[in-house]
């Protein structure tokens, strides 16, 4: 399996908001082994997004300060371990600057985020009775990675294959992820992973390509669209 580290070429724009955006999500993480506890409830249930709450527009954590619907955009920065966390930042280095730098910083980050909450409903929706929360930058990094395939479906990525760096098409990296996530979804059904919220996020980030075509992407890699 391909182990993707960054783009073969170097992004024309800084890639600031992928940059701050690893920062954060490292940061949270290294809090989150200090303080497992908060209002007496661990993290997860705090600021994890639990679809039972988003159903029924109840909190069903009385002792957090913050109001549930808060999760749609705090559990995208809280992991569940050490291989959870490196894996997304991992992706996320490998295929954000290449879109950071089509879009621009702050409509990158504005969609980074909208990716994350199309992931997170897509998973709500048909688990609308779990209490379980959801946790983890994998929506809306794979909102990214479809946004990748459908601008730079040929653009070469450095990846690690077991102890080999070699450069080859996001698309070989991309196609055979996702069909990974759906077989997963078909084959698993219930799992502590949300496989439905990776598909989610993919497809949007795969569709947003088109309807912000004109305004936000470019499918041209000479032009960059400010």
């Not at 600031?16 to 082994?33: D, E, G, P, R, W």
């Not at 990094?141 to 760096?165: D, E, N, T």
């Not at 569709?207 to 960059?224: A, M, N």
Request: charged share 10%; with cysteine; net charge positive.
């Amino acid at each position: 399996m391909f182990i993707p580290l960054k783009s073969e070429q170097k992004p024309q724009k800084p890639p600031i908001i992928t940059t701050l955006l690893i920062i954060a999500n490292v940061a949270v993480f290294i809090y989150q082994q200090f303080s497992i506890y908060e209002y007496g409830r661990d993290l997860a249930n705090i600021y994890g997004a639990i679809p039972y709450e988003f159903s029924r527009f109840v909190d069903i954590k009385p002792k957090s300060p913050y109001p549930f619907f808060l999760s749609i955009f705090t559990h995208m920065f809280l992991h569940g371990g050490f291989l959870h966390i490196l894996g997304n930042m991992l992706y996320l280095n490998a295929f954000a600057p290449n879109i950071e730098g089509t879009v621009g910083h702050f409509k990158f980050l504005l969609f980074y985020l909208l990716c994350g909450v199309i992931a997170a409903i897509v998973y709500i929706i048909p688990n609308f009775n779990s209490q379980i929360p959801m946790i983890g930058a994998s929506g809306a990094i794979a909102g990214v990675m479809g946004a990748h395939l459908r601008v730079s479906p040929g653009k070469k990525i450095v990846c690690l294959l077991l102890i080999f760096r070699i450069n080859i098409w996001a698309f070989v990296v991309l196609v055979p992820w996702i069909l990974l996530q759906i077989y997963n979804v078909i084959m698993q059904g219930q799992s502590n992973i949300a496989f439905l919220a990776h598909i989610g996020g993919f497809i949007f980030g795969l569709l947003s390509v088109g309807i912000f075509r004109e305004k936000w992407f470019s499918t041209d890699p000479h032009q960059l669209v400010n």
